[in-house]
């Protein structure tokens, strides 16, 4: 019923850029807390940022001044700004999002993006 679509992953060479986007879709009745995790290779998935529904952001102090997380409420969409990239920043990047939606009753559940690429390499 909800799909988390994520797009925006690629290779980048260090010091550069890149922007993910992650849409959500499906029987939507609010959307709540939004993150982006990572996970490289043989190791844990990471919480990146996050950014609640007034707009309130946290970051891992590993990211903190280099990536941005924002949000469009009306098309129920987060965004991950990645700014001085570095070869450690290499890992697949997933989005999740606290969705509420109505089957007769309002029901909270944490969804899952597909994962998007990030590499990190001259």
């Known amino acids: 019923q909800v799909q988390l679509v994520e797009s925006g992953g690629g290779l980048v060479q260090p010091g550069g850029s890149l922007r993910l986007s992650c849409s959500v879709s499906?029987?939507?009745?609010?959307?709540?807390?939004m993150r982006w995790y990572r996970q490289a290779p043989e190791k844990q998935r990471d919480l990146v940022a996050r950014?609640?529904?007034?707009?309130?952001?946290n970051y891992d102090e590993s990211v903190e001044g280099r990536f941005t997380i924002s949000r469009d409420n009306a098309e129920n969409t987060v965004y991950l700004q990645m700014n001085s990239l570095k070869p450690e920043d290499t890992a697949v990047y997933y989005c999740?999002?606290?969705?509420?939606?109505?089957?007769?009753?309002?029901?909270?559940?944490?969804?899952w993006g597909q994962g998007a690429q990030v590499t990190v390499s001259s």
């Open positions: 999740s999002a606290d969705v509420a939606v109505n089957t007769g009753s309002i029901s909270l559940s944490n969804y």
């Open positions: 950014i609640d529904k007034g707009g309130r952001t």
């Open positions: 499906g029987n939507i009745f609010g959307v709540y807390d």
